[in-house]
């Protein structure tokens, strides 16, 4: 799964989370990276949506680990508090990894060495006209 997208509204973002979050299964890890307001929460909106979740998603940046329930559990963490491996690993984050709901992780490059082989990066950027670039790569690759 390699693909890339311009998203050029929030709404686009939502639409294009969902379809991601459509190819999803239990124990899959999606790692969002991309500065502060690119649209990563808006995108894990999406995915939640296909799972049915029914929940206001907000971001963990100060809970860390929050926990939605649909037709598959979705665990949003937020790394940017974190200040490495160890301290996810200390809040037993690795559980939520390899569980059987989808993680998606904002942030992911601050524990990348703690994400499977199978991760799916997802790279939001912030375009000149304020459009974002959505780019999508497996660990497979």
């Not at 509204?9 to 991309?34: C, H, I, M, Y």
């Not at 690795?94 to 997802?122: A, H, M, N, Q």
Request: one cysteine or more; glycine letters at 12%.
């Amino acid at each position: 799964m390699n693909s890339r997208i311009v998203s050029a509204s929030p709404d686009e973002t939502r639409a294009f989370g969902e379809r991601l979050g459509r190819k999803l299964g239990q124990g899959s890890v999606v790692a969002l990276r991309g500065a502060l307001g690119a649209g990563k929460t808006c995108l894990v909106k999406g995915i939640a949506k296909s799972l049915g979740i029914t929940e206001e998603i907000t971001s963990p940046t100060y809970t860390i680990i929050c926990e939605y329930t649909g037709s598959i559990s979705l665990y949003h963490i937020d790394a940017y508090r974190l200040s490495g491996m160890d301290d996810f690993t200390a809040l037993g984050g690795e559980d939520y990894l390899y569980g059987s709901g989808v993680s998606v992780i904002e942030w992911g490059e601050r524990i990348e060495k703690c994400l499977p082989d199978t991760t799916i990066f997802v790279d939001i950027e912030i375009q000149e006209s304020c459009a974002r670039l959505i780019t999508v790569s497996d660990g497979t690759v």
